[in-house]
C-alpha cells in the first residue's frame, strides 16, 4: 500500500513532470508572499521585506533541486538523462565505442557460453524431483576410495535390508548395448539394463506406458523393456499401440512397457534407446562387480546413517562369501557422480574465460583513460557549473555500463552462436549436456558480470577524469601531455594486462604439451591400417561349442579374405574400450583377502589377436590353434604383459610360473603362463600401464564371455575398404548378425583424447584472445602516450636527438611495461598453473619449455606493438609539433 | 545564509512538522512560522529543508495536502494530518521521551 502510493506520486512527476513542476512554483511562491506579508505586518516596508526573505529562503532553484531529489523518481530521472547522454557520446566517437564494445563482447559472450556450459552442468539441479535426496552408492576395499560397483550378492543384501533409502536401484555398469534384430536390418541400439526401481528411485515417469514394477526383476518374471522417445519414432513409427509390443534385444523377446521422453538420459551421456529389465536370479560368487548402485535417501536420512546401513549389508555378504574381501561403502551425491570426470575441466575453463575477460575490462579501461583527459574541459566546466564530483563519477559510470551492457547483448548473441555450435560440434560425451542452455540464472549471470564489468572498467577513468582542480585543467585541456596521476594508471594497466595474457599462454602452452605428449604416447602396438568392429551374438547361440563353432567359422572367412593380413577378437580394446578386471594370486603369495586386490585388465582374445594388432612378443609364445583348451580337465593357460611380468615376478622369467584369477581362494584352478607380450594400453592414453592378462576366447569358462566381442583386423589397404567384405562374410554366416561400432583404430584413438583435445584448442583459443587483446592495449597506450608526446619529441628533436634516440625511447617504454608484466605473469604463473596438474600428461606444471616459449612470444608481439608508434615518434617534424597549438 | 536547523537531530524536523499539524491543518509558511515561535526562536526553518519534508511526509501517507484559501485570500497548500501521521507522531514522541529522559539520565549521573 505505501510503496503503491509512492510509485504512483512517483510515477506522476515522471510523466507529467509540467503538473508537479507548477504545483511546487505555486506553493514556493506563497510561502515568499506569505513570509514577506509577515514581515510588513512587524513593521518592515515592503521592499526591505521582500529582499529580507529573499536571502531568508535562498535560491529557489536549488530548494526546488532538493524537493526534486526526495523522491525516487528523481533517481529514474537522473539515469535516464545520463543514459541519453551516454548514449550521444558513444555516437560521437564510433572508433573508440566499436572497439570497446567489441572487446566486451568477445569477453561476455564467452563467459556467457562457459558459464552456462558451467551452470547446467555443474550447477543447476539434476532434473528429478527433490534431486537433493538422490545418491550414488559403491561398494569398495578399505583405503580406495570413490564410487565403485558392486556385485548381484551385495545389491540383493543391500535391497532387503536398508531402511535408509526410499528406493534403490543398479543398472549395468559401462557403455551397454543391445543387438537389436527383427525390426529390419539388425543393427546395435545403445541401451542398459536396469534393476525394477530405476526409475521410481528417480522419480521420472514415461510419455506412455509405466515403468518397471516392483519384483519385474525376479528370476522368473517375463523380460520387459522400456524405450526412449526417439527409438519409439525412429524404429517403430511413433507407433500408439506400441505397448505390448516386442522386441528382440540380444535374441530375447521383450515386451515394451513404456516409452521415456526424449530428454531423459540417466545415466549416459548420450541418448539411449532402450532400458531392459534385468533379472538377478540368486548368485553363485560375490564377483563379478558389474553393477553401478543409486538410491533416493528419504527425508531426514543423513549420508553417514545410510552408509552405516550399506557397510552392515556388505559385511553379512563378506560372511555368506567367505573368501571375498571385506568390503566398505562410500555414498556421494548422485549429480557429483555423474559430473565427476568433468567438474575440474569446466572449473579452469570458467577461470581461464574470466581471465580474458579481465583483459578486455582492462583494455577498455586504458581506452576510456585516454579519452577521460580528453574530456577532462568538458568535467571541469560540469564541476566549475556546480556539480558534485560525485553527481559527475556517477554520471560517467552510467556512460560505461552503457558500454559494458551493449557489449553484453552483442556477447549474448555470441553465446547463443558458441553453445550452438559446441552442443553441435563438442565433445558430445559430456554428461548432462542436455541440461545446457541459455536460461535465466545464466542471463542472470551475463547482467552482473556486464554491470559490473562496466563499473570496473569505468572507475579508474571516472576517477582520474573528476580529479583534481577545477581551475587547471580548464586552463590547460588543449596540447599539455597527460597528468602523472592518469600515465602511471596506464602503465599499470598494461603491465596487468600483459601479466594475465601471460598467465593465459603458459596454461595453455602447457596444456598443448601435454596433449603432444599424449598424442605421442606409444599405445604398445601399431594403430595404423587396422579397422575395428563389435558383433554380439544373440541368445540363439546358447551352448558353448556353437560360440565356438560361430567364431571360428567367421575368423577363418576373414582372414581368407583379399587385403587382410590378420583378423582376431578380444572382449577388449585399445586405447580405452576396457571390458573387465580380475583379481590374481600369483603361486606362493597367499591368500590374505583383506590384502588390496591385485587387479589385472582380463579378456578373452583369439590366437591371431597379438598378431593383427602388432603387440610385440616378448617371451614364450602366442596362443595357438591348436592349444587344448576346451575341455574342463584340460590345463588352463594365461598370456601376460610386460608390467605383471616386471611388478609381480622380481625378476625371474614368468613363463611356467603359475597364477589363479578371481578373489583369492586355494581352491580356484592354477593357471600356466606360456607367454609374456608388451604393455598395452586399454585404460586411455594417459593412464600408467597395469597388469593384463590374456586368456583364449575358447577357453572352458570362458567361452559363454566370448558372446559380445570386439573384431580387429589389419588390412595393407585402406581401412574402411574392407568394410563391405566384412558384412558380406558375416551374412553368409548368419543373416540376422550386425556389424556394430565399425571404426578405424586411428578414429578410436582420436575419440579417447576428444576431451582433452577439446580443452585444449579452447584454453588456446583463450590464450590467443588474451595475446590479441593485449597486443591491441599496449599499442593503443604506446601510441596515445606518442601523440601526448608530440611537443616534448619535438623538442628533443629540435635539440639535436636524432631519430634513433627518440625510437628507442619509445621501444623503450614499451619494453619496460612488457618486461614488468612478463615478470609478474611468470611468479604467479608459478602458482596457479599447480590447478592444471590433474589435466596434464607427463609435463610438470612448471614446465621450462612452455613458460620460457610463452614469455619470448609475448615479449616479441609486444615490441613489435611498441614498433609501429616508435617509427611515427622517430618521424616527428619538429617544426609541425612546435606549432602543434 | 547560517542554517539555525543545522542543530537539529536527523529526522526531528519531520516530527515537529508532524506535531505542529497535530493542533489543525496548517500551509508551508504557518508551519514554519509556528516552530520558530513555539522553540522560541531556537529553531529557525528554511525552505530547504521544509519542502523536501513535505514531500517526503506526503509520499510516506503521514500528511496529506489541498489547496484552500488562506485568511488573506490568497490561494495556498494546506496540510494536515492523517491517520497514520497521528499515529506516527504518537509512536515518535513517546520513543523521544524514553530517549531524553536516558540522555537525561547520563548527562546527570
New interface residues.
Partial sequence: M?IL??LV??LKVLFRPEVAEK??D???T??F???V??KVRSGANPEQARREVR????NMD??KH??R???WEFFVETLLRDVHYGLRMIRRSPAFASLSILAIAVGIGANTAIFSLVYGVLLSPLPYPDSKRLVAVGLHQRGESGIHTLGVADFLAWGDQQRSFEHVAVFSAGSGSFALSGLGTPETIPGITVSADFFSTLGVSPVLGRGFLPGEDRPQSPLVAVISEQFWRDHLGSDPNVLNRSITLDGSPHTIVGVMPAQFRFPASKPLDVWAIRRFPPPQGRPPYGLLAFGRLKPGVTQQTAQAELDASAARVTQQFPTSPELVSTIVPLKQWMVRRVSTALLILLGAISLVLLIAVVNVANLLLARASVRRSEIALRLALGASRARVICQLLTESVLLSSIGGIVGLLLAFGSLKAFLAFGPGNMPRLEDVGINGAVLLFTFAVCVGSGIVFGLAPALEASRGSVNHPLRAAKGSSASYGARRTHNALIVSEVALALLLMIGSGLLIRSFLRLRDVDPGFRPDHLMTAVISLPRSYSTEPQIRAFWKEFLAKVESMPGVSAAGISMSVPPNQLAITNPFTVEGQGYDRNRKLQLAEEMAVSPDYFRALGIPLVRGRWFSESDKVEEEKDPMIVVINETMAKQYFNGQDPVGKRIQTGDPNPQSPWETIIGVVGDVKYQGLNAAPQPTLYVPYNENGWTPWSWQMYLVVRTPLEPKSIVPGLRTQLASINKDLPLSQVQTMDQLIEDSVVQERFRTWLVSGFAGLALLLAVIGIYAVISYSVAQQTREIGVRIALGATAGDVSKMVLGHGLRLATAGIAIGLISALGVTRILRSMLYSTSSTDLLSFVLTSAVLLGVALLACYIPALRAARVDPIVALRYE | MPEKTAGLVQGTLDMLILKTLALEPMHGYGIALRIEQISRGVFQVNAGSLFPAFRRLERDGLVASEWRPTENNRHAKYYRLTELGKKKLKAETREWQTQIAAITRILEA
Fill in positions: 505505501a502510493r509512492k506520486s512517483g504545483e511546487m505555486d506553493e514556493l506563497d510561502y508572499e506569505e513570509a506579508a509577515a536571502l531568508e529562503m535562498g536549488s530548494v532538493e524537493v531529489s526526495a523522491g
